[in-house]
């Protein structure tokens, strides 16, 4: 009896821990891979939905502003001058309107100016005429591009997003259709135009790039994507001068 029940009491033999260590270890490091996959698919998708709502803040403030430019004025606001590519292939566009043009409140006048060279019958200098002299181009911050709106009479610069790859800004006499690449638009159906006095379409393509995850071969790891936004604005104010 003594020796049954010794041999009922005995615990695991060395071979069937072994098996149990290398069974734990192996579930382990499946459940080390999933978990390291999750957080990194996890932070993508975090940052994707910072950047993009980023973005698309600043698009639909850009919309809007474009779609303004030239009220009031003899051309379509547009200063071809200012508005170029620059060194990095970005965009930069300044655009102008004399938005309180019909805002009763406005001072008429400026000291010593008399009556019709104030802000309702002028752009700037004023604060009373901000946002009617605006220009918006992409900065670089060393670890980011940034996307900056700079109002010559409202307040100076200020970040519209700060994660994004490029702006590129297209210009046409006409609504216009066309294909998307990688970072921008491609194969328009009219010709983009080269004086921009004569734009009365704008096409603005703005392209967020999320960086790599991980390593190639690690756990989780999430490859470099890019994803582009664009919006067509119509520029209103454009023929106001035939109407």
Same mark, same amino acid.
């Given at each position: ?109 400026? *000291?010593? $100016?008399?009556? +019709?060279?104030? @802000? ?6 004023? #604060? /009373?005429? !901000? ?83 991980? *390593?190639? $071969?690690?756990? +989780?790891?999430? @490859? ?6 664009? #919006? /067509?604005? !119509? ?9």
């Amino acid at each position: 009896m003594n020796n049954s029940s010794r041999k009922r009491q005995a615990g695991f033999s060395l071979i069937e821990l072994i098996i149990a260590m290398a069974i734990t270890i192996l579930i382990t490091a499946v459940a080390g891979r999933l978990l390291a996959q999750s957080m990194n698919i996890r932070t993508r998708a975090n940052e994707k939905v910072d950047a993009l709502a980023d973005a698309q803040r600043a698009l639909n403030i850009m919309s809007r502003e474009i779609a303004e430019a030239g009220f009031n004025l003899s051309d379509n606001g547009i200063v071809a001058a200012d508005s170029v590519t620059d060194a990095n292939g970005n965009s930069t566009l300044r655009i102008r309107s004399n938005l309180n043009r019909f805002n009763t409140t406005a001072n008429p006048w400026y *000291a010593g $100016g008399g009556v +019709g060279s104030g @802000p309702q019958n002028a752009i700037g200098p004023s #604060s /009373d005429d !901000a946002g009617e002299d605006v220009k918006y181009f992409v900065y670089d911050a060393g670890n980011t591009n940034l996307l900056a709106r700079y109002d010559a009479y409202g307040g100076g610069s200020t970040v519209l997003a700060n994660r994004l790859d490029s702006l590129h800004i297209h210009y046409f006499d006409q609504k216009v259709t066309y294909s998307t690449a990688a970072c921008d638009i491609s194969a328009p159906s009219v010709t983009e135009l080269t004086d921009l006095s004569l734009a009365k379409y704008v096409v603005i393509a703005v392209c967020v790039n999320q960086s790599a995850v991980g *390593a190639p $071969g690690s756990p +989780g790891y999430q @490859p470099s994507t890019n994803v582009l936004l664009v #919006s /067509d604005v !119509a520029l209103r104010n454009s023929n106001l001068t035939i109407y």
